[in-house]
């Protein structure tokens, strides 16, 4: 919606995906949904059209830091009960070559991300350093999804921060505050 702050943004569309999914599901499940998306200043860059517009949109990013919101539901089914949250991480951009970017777009990889690109990319390899929740940039910041699984009472999620770490090989520097509640960024 035109003026929308992009957490209420990301939020929105990560709670009506929950809620559409209800209807598919078994009485008992519990539905986790969520949307991204990549912020630069005002603008809110979405999944680009066709390689050019990816290539303009990773000239724009080149050098800079953005913010990549992601909203994230878990909705039980059987009560109808649902949890939000929006995790915010500075994303701080490499300064890529042009070569870089023409090759990057041409794979294709970028055609279905917003921002056109992949944090997670091998060859690729945009972000300059990390300092914030690498696997919500990737689309799914784990240890939001598992505070809002503690709080519904919804699993038991043994060491789920260390196994996200282990599997991206990043040291995360703010899982322990996320679970702890506390403000991160």
Do not use: N
Request: net charge neutral.
């Amino acid at each position: 919606m035109a003026g929308e702050a992009p957490a209420d943004y990301v939020r929105r569309l990560a709670e009506a995906k929950a809620r559409a999914a209800v209807s598919a599901c078994p009485a008992d499940a519990c539905i986790v949904a969520a949307d991204t998306a990549v912020v630069d200043g005002a603008d809110v860059l979405g999944k680009p059209a066709d390689p050019a517009e990816a290539e303009r949109m990773l000239r724009r990013l080149r050098g800079r830091t953005h913010q990549v919101y992601t909203g994230i539901a878990v909705l039980l089914a059987a009560s109808g009960s649902i949890l939000t949250d929006v995790c915010v991480t500075d994303v701080p951009m490499r300064d890529y070559s042009d070569a870089e970017i023409r090759s990057y777009a041409a794979s294709g990889d970028p055609m279905d991300k917003a921002g056109a690109y992949g944090i997670q990319h091998a060859g690729f390899h945009p972000v300059r350093q990390m300092h914030g929740c690498f696997a919500s940039v990737m689309g799914l910041p784990l240890c939001h999804l598992l505070r809002l699984l503690m709080r519904l009472q919804a699993g038991s999620w043994p060491d789920l921060p260390g196994r996200c770490q282990t599997y991206l090989k990043y040291a995360c520097p703010v899982s322990g505050a996320i679970l702890r509640g506390e403000p991160v960024g």
